[in-house]
């Protein structure tokens, strides 16, 4: 889109187009405006937001606030910006929310904040396709590789004057979505789109080193040896389960954001068709968490399944947050890959 070739029809195609502009105006015309991403964040939520801010606080600044209710992945520290992310939202009066690959709008954990913006207006950033999302206008597109370069979409179509930082911020997106351009939502246009970043000054290594490096301390590597001990793989089902409890958290005084990547490194497991990672952490102990994970060439839908526990995502990887115990969750889990 943009100045890039359309993959749509035409006519679809210039829907499209005016709905990047009418949000490119609204967000333009608004005095206040909070940027979000769902909760247990990714590289794509995170990087996409990020690209967002650094561009709206060149042309506006101060009057721009990030809100993510769940700590960062480490691994995103050297993105430009990082540090203004909150885990609260401030005080006052907003005209806008943005919200960025959240897939289902409980996902954002802004629900009762809503309660009190009756007058807020609502644009969404999003590649998935749960139908669950909310907006005064939805930018949605299911063919992109990622809400990253759905955001360098939006740039094009506008024609925005963006700099390196939020050129950084959409690669990464980028480059975590589509496994480093391995997986197969890697497309032609990707790849263009990568080109015209590069332009930008920034480089597929300095950003491939911060999404590989490994910088943890030795308690993060002593809890990754619990969860290594645990995996379990059922050879019927090619499901492979591991799980972190709230006392492993508190015996290595090691934070969740330790283990974000801990499902992807089970899904390259030649016999793991299907990768769930559980947590339970002592901040919410009601509550277990699900990363779901697999790879392109497996031919599974890990998306399917987390939506059985109110989850969503997309087929390669997903996510899921239930109120239930350990146990159960497992149980549940065994039950749901033997119908899907």
């Known amino acids: 889109m943009g ?40 590289g794509d939520g995170i990087a996409s937001m990020l690209a967002v801010y650094n561009w709206l606080e060149s042309i506006n600044p101060g009057a721009v606030f990030l809100y993510s209710k769940d700590e960062i992945p480490a691994y995103l ?16 009066e907003f005209n806008l929310l943005i919200g960025f690959d959240y897939g289902d709008f409980k996902r954002l954990g802004l ?6 913006q009756p007058e807020i207006k ?5 590649h998935h396709s749960t139908g669950k999302q909310l907006g005064t206008i939805n930018l949605i597109d299911t063919s992109s590789s990622s809400t990253a370069e759905l955001v360098y979409d939006f740039f094009e179509a506008n024609d925005v004057e963006f700099g390196r930082d939020s050129a950084k911020c959409i690669l990464c997106g ?7 351009f391995k997986h197969s939502n890697t497309t ?14 920034v480089t597929i290594k300095e950003v491939a080193k911060n999404i590989e490096k490994d910088l943890r301390p030795i308690r993060a590597i002593r809890l990754w040896g619990e969860a290594l001990l645990r995996i379990k793989i059922d050879p019927k089902s090619g499901l492979a389960v591991s799980f972190a409890k709230k006392e492993d958290f508190l015996k290595h005084n090691a934070g969740k954001e330790y283990l974000s990547e801990f499902s992807s490194l089970m899904a390259t497991v030649p016999e793991a068709k299907i990768s769930v990672f559980l947590t ?20 599974a839908d890990v998306s399917a399944i987390a939506k059985h526990f109110g989850g969503g995502g997309h087929k390669l990887a997903s996510g899921f947050r239930i109120e239930s115990t350990m146990e159960e969750t497992l149980e549940k889990l065994i039950n749901i890959v033997k119908t899907v």
């Not at 032609?188 to 000054?201: A, I, M």
């Open 77 to 92: 520290k050297f993105l430009p910006c990082l540090e203004k992310i909150q885990p609260s939202v401030p005080e006052g």
């Open 188 to 201: 032609p246009k990707t790849l263009r789109v990568v080109k015209n970043l590069l332009l930008k000054g």
């Open 111 to 116: 629900d009762e904040w809503l309660k009190i």
């Open 174 to 180: 980028i480059m975590v979505d589509t496994g480093i």
């Open 280 to 299: 339970q952490n002592n901040e919410e102990p009601r509550f277990i968490r699900g990363s779901l994970r697999t790879e392109h060439y497996k031919n």
């Open 122 to 126: 609502i644009i969404t950033f999003d």
């Open 3 to 42: 100045h890039e070739t359309c993959h749509l029809s035409r006519a679809t195609c210039y829907k499209v187009q005016n709905k990047f502009i009418e949000a490119y105006n609204l967000i333009k015309s608004s005095e206040r405006i909070l940027l979000a991403t769902h909760e247990s964040p990714d």
